[in-house]
């Protein structure tokens, strides 16, 4: 380290400073430091107060600090935070609270307090989120568009541009510091140790005498684990930035983080230090209970995904008790939690779901099917964002689509949903759901991938035209009946996640529940025996729902399976690109449904 520079600035910085404290502060002996500040006094960069004993800085000495100046500083905060569900579900990792602080917001002002102005924040998550900065504070904000499928690396690619010919600060965005370690002149590369006890899986630095680090190991005990926050000069960046280019584009290194690159080329940079910070100076959260434990008084984390429940019940986010993720759904997100000893579950709705979803809806269902046990009993329900809280129930589980008696019993309760009586003004008709999907396409202007789509939309109206010359009757239907919409409890079946839900045929449901299953035809009319043996909730509301023959029933279930097949295309196409998501291939999959059942039309 270039100590004569640390202590230069430390007097610069605060010109009754003792050496005792700067001893501490670099962890080095007394006096070493006492050395050094008559090196410094001789190279006249230093003069002693004769009357207080104490050491003042010079002009020269202001010269010597200030040619360091850094340029600014960088906050990588892309990242997804998936460790710290439900609290990110909706709030970027570094906006949650600490001591009543939000992580980011802290350190911007650690860093225009140290004089470092030039601030720039690398987004990808939620990125909407950090527009308020700007005005706030003056940041600027740059992209990652990589953030969701590459790991820091890209990250680190994406901000080479800002960095290049600069003496930057480059952070993470969701730590909090007690201190403010940032400083208006650096001269020297360095990454930031924390001290820990136990490293376990953490990354530790080997260095030698003069704290130059030589290599980094993983675990150990009692020692200096990576970090961050670092800072990196021009001279290193320089070379530095073409082994991040190099390294990007090579192939398997999509999960490198950008300091995996710096470990494996430490002999070929300029020598970068550690800078030591003792225990209780800097933290990370990797989930909410660390979270708790550190900050005990904490009544607000600043993620709605939480905060809507405490408000709901009137209590503080603290006093929510056993937070568990349960359900990563592709519309929602749904975790559990206990208040008061009652259990129960939070969903929050997912990122661009206003779009296609009626809240509104939603909510006329539940709140029409209470007290018929079909469906989970709602607690809270807000109908203008889909925030929802429901009763847990215990030693519940997902329909198990391999047990034939569960599978009977599956079409029992969706025979007494449909007979339930229930109506409300939206649609869930599965050729309607497919125009809505297409001008949602249009109006946004979505790609659609597929090389055929065009002949396959002429091919659905043809089979429209045999649905709408059976004149169906509709019901109430789910919509979306995947066998994870029904929930085997010690009460009952029971179906939740209804926001697809409205008015239909009935049999649409049972065609869906088939082309989710991947069931074939045959199989799939099988459910629809089961279904059609099934009694009603209510004769009186039965309207009739079991076409009159088989052959016609066959028919109908491949016309809708088909669709079905298509509508889960399109959703995927449409889904993926308002929320910026990867479906896998279940898109793929639907519009291989859609294909197989025509042929089967075709055929008979």
């Known amino acids: 380290m270039n100590l004569k520079f640390l202590v230069t600035r430390s007097i610069y910085e605060e010109p009754n400073i003792s050496q005792r404290v700067i001893a501490k502060k670099f962890a080095v002996s007394l006096g070493k430091i006492n050395s050094i500040i008559k090196e410094a006094e001789n190279d006249g960069y230093l003069k002693q107060d004769v009357k207080n004993s104490s050491y003042k800085i010079t002009s020269k000495g202001k010269s010597f600090v200030e040619k360091y100046k850094v340029d600014g500083a960088i906050i990588l905060a892309c990242g997804m935070g998936i460790r710290l569900a439900p609290l990110t579900y909706d709030t970027p990792k570094c906006f949650i609270k600490i001591k009543g602080e939000r992580m980011i917001e802290r350190q911007i002002e650690q860093l225009k307090s140290a004089g470092i102005d030039n601030i720039i924040i690398m987004v990808g998550y939620l990125k909407?989120?950090?527009?308020?900065?700007?005005?706030?504070?003056?940041?600027?904000?740059?992209?990652?568009?990589?953030?969701?499928?590459?790991?820091?690396?890209?990250?680190?690619?994406?901000?080479?541009?800002?960095?290049?010919?600069?003496?930057?600060?480059?952070?993470?965005?969701?730590?909090?510091?007690?201190?403010?370690?940032?400083?208006?002149?650096?001269?020297?590369?360095?990454?930031?140790?924390?001290?820990?006890?136990?490293?376990?899986?953490?990354?530790?630095?080997?260095t030698n005498s003069k704290n130059e680090i030589k290599a980094v190991e993983v675990g150990g005990k009692n020692d200096y684990h990576l970090v961050g926050p670092c800072f990196l000069t021009k001279d290193?960046?320089?070379?530095?930035?073409?082994?991040?280019?190099?390294?990007y584009h090579r192939t398997s290194t999509d999960n490198y983080y950008w300091e995996d690159v710096l470990v494996k080329n430490f002999k070929a940079l300029p020598t970068m230090y550690l800078y030591k910070l003792d225990e209780g100076i800097i933290f990370e959260f990797d989930n909410l209970s660390d979270i708790k434990k550190y900050d005990k008084e904490n009544t607000e984390f600043g993620s709605e995904a939480i905060t809507f429940v405490s408000k709901v019940f009137k209590i503080k986010d603290n006093e929510i008790e056993n937070i568990s993720c349960i359900k990563e759904g592709m519309t929602n997100h749904s975790y559990k939690f206990t208040y008061d000893g009652k259990t129960y579950i939070a969903r929050v709705p997912g990122d661009g779901t206003d779009t296609y979803?009626?809240?509104?809806?939603?909510?006329?269902?539940f709140d029409k099917l209470k007290g018929?046990?079909?469906?989970?009993?709602?607690?809270?329900?807000?109908?203008?964002?889909?925030y929802m809280?429901?009763?847990?129930f215990e030693d519940s589980r997902p329909l198990d689509i391999t047990k034939h008696d569960e599978l009977k019993k599956c079409m029992e309760l969706y025979k007494k949903f449909h007979t339930s009586g229930v109506k409300v003004k939206g649609s869930c008709d599965i050729i309607d759901m497919i125009d809505e999907y297409l001008k949602i396409v249009k109006k946004k202007e979505i790609y659609i991938p597929y090389e055929d789509f065009d002949e396959v939309l002429k091919h659905a109206k043809d089979i429209e035209k045999i649905i709408i010359s059976a004149k169906r009757p509709v019901t109430i239907c789910h919509g979306d009946p995947n066998p994870n919409n029904v929930l085997v409890t010690k009460v009952g079946f029971r179906l939740i996640d209804l926001e697809y839900g409205g008015m239909a045929d009935p049999?649409?449901?049972?065609?869906?529940?088939?082309?989710?299953?991947?069931?074939?035809?045959?199989?799939?009319?099988?459910?629809?025996k089961m279904y059609k043996e099934a009694k009603p909730l209510n004769t009186s509301h039965e309207p009739d729902i079991i076409p009159k023959n088989d052959e016609l029933a066959k028919k109908l279930i491949i016309c809708y399976m088909a669709l079905a097949g298509l509508y889960n295309a399109l959703w995927a196409v449409v889904r993926g690109a308002l929320g910026n998501v990867e479906y896998g291939t279940f898109g793929m999959d639907g519009y291989r449904v859609f294909k197989n059942c025509y042929s089967k039309l075709i055929q008979s």
């Open 389 to 392: 809280i429901s009763k847990f």
């Open 128 to 206: 909407e989120k950090f527009d308020y900065l700007i005005d706030k504070y003056g940041v600027k904000l740059i992209y990652n568009p990589e953030y969701k499928d590459k790991n820091t690396l890209s990250t680190f690619y994406h901000a080479s541009e800002v960095l290049r010919n600069k003496n930057m600060y480059v952070c993470v965005s969701d730590v909090y510091m007690t201190e403010n370690i940032y400083h208006r002149y650096e001269c020297e590369p360095y990454y930031i140790g924390a001290y820990i006890e136990d490293l376990r899986n953490e990354w530790r630095y080997i």
């Open 236 to 247: 290193f960046l320089s070379k530095f930035l073409p082994m991040i280019d190099d390294y």
């Open 507 to 528: 049999l649409s449901d049972i065609a869906l529940f088939g082309a989710y299953v991947k069931f074939d035809t045959e199989k799939t009319y099988d459910l629809y």
């Open 357 to 365: 979803i009626d809240r509104k809806n939603e909510f006329e269902i």
């Open 372 to 386: 018929k046990d079909i469906a989970e009993d709602i607690v809270y329900f807000d109908k203008n964002t889909g």
